[in-house]
């Protein structure tokens, strides 16, 4: 029987299902032997054009493993299309974008859904089946892993069962894994969605506007999760931020984005008035250094609208 401290009664009988015996304090580990701090996702002149209009522009990147790297920007300023370009949910126009130095634009076929599968992608909305129990939610994450039939006739194996109990165990939500997904809060769906990205074992998390829809306890929960993910477990997140003290909070290394072009890639402290000015405009910064508390609100303004 495995000795977890706090799991509950509903969750143990899952994890007393599985043959090997974990360790005491679950923390899974630093992902496939990266070593910290080495580059592995580049971008080289990336460009997205729709049409006439430029989405990305000319965006050169280069990301350790296991940073935590904000996107800011206003909207419009192509922060979606930059973090979708990354796992192929949309083309670059031109440009290259390596991990571990192998192109990812050449992908095909099942190396491309491999992949697909190693980047979690996590949104706004947090895109759980709102009938199907937590549990099964996040079992769901595991799928790219699994034949066919297995998930077509929602077969979870045991081992599978005790490390999605295990996840929630580890975002705090192990108490809720039986109860209907639909019912809870927004924070606590989106822990939800976090535990149903980690059962993908992603090397990266691509997060576009996780907390948007979040009270600011809730956002800060779900940040702090987003934060453990990347320093224990070795994981690259980036993540799309409408709200600069957020950024400046959790994420050590923040890129500004301004009109598709990269304008501030640096760390909190670096990022002065005058780069918030760049990367939101004049009056907007103005309204940040008031009242930083309604930059949540300001930032989501279309880039064009503020002088
Ligand atoms: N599928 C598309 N077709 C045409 N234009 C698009 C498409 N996707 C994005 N764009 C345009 O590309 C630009 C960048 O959009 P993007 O969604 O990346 O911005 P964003 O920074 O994520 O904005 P927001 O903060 O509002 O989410 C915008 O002008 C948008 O209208
Ligand atoms: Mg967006």
Known sequence: MIQIKNLSTVA???????????????????????????????????TKKYGQAIAVNGVSLSIPAGSMVAVLG???????????????????TSGEVLWQGKSVLQLRGSALRAWRARCGMMFQQFNLSPRLDVLTNVLVGSVSRRPTLQTLIKYFPPHERARAVLELHALDMADLALQRAGTLSGGQQQRVAIARTMMQLPDLVLADEPIASLDPANAETVMSALSSISRERGITVLVNLHSLEIARTYCPRI??????????????????AAMVEKIYG?????????APAVSTALSSIPTGEVA
């Not at 007393?16 to 971008?43: C, D, F, T, W």
Request: charged residues 25%; positive net charge; without cysteine.
């Open 74 to 92: 206003r909207s419009g300023a192509g922060k979606s299309t930059l973090l979708r370009m990354i796992n192929r949910m949309a083309e670059p």
């Open 255 to 272: 890129i500004g984005m301004a009109k598709g072009k990269v304008v501030f890639d640096g760390s909190p402290k670096q990022l002065d």
């Open 12 to 46: 143990a009988p899952y994890v007393a299902q599985v043959s090997h015996k974990p360790r005491k304090n679950y923390k899974p580990p630093i992902q496939r032997g990266y070593i910290s701090g080495r580059p592995m996702l580049e971008l080289v002149n990336v």
């Open 282 to 290: 004049r009056r907007k910064s103005a309204e940040l250094a008031l």
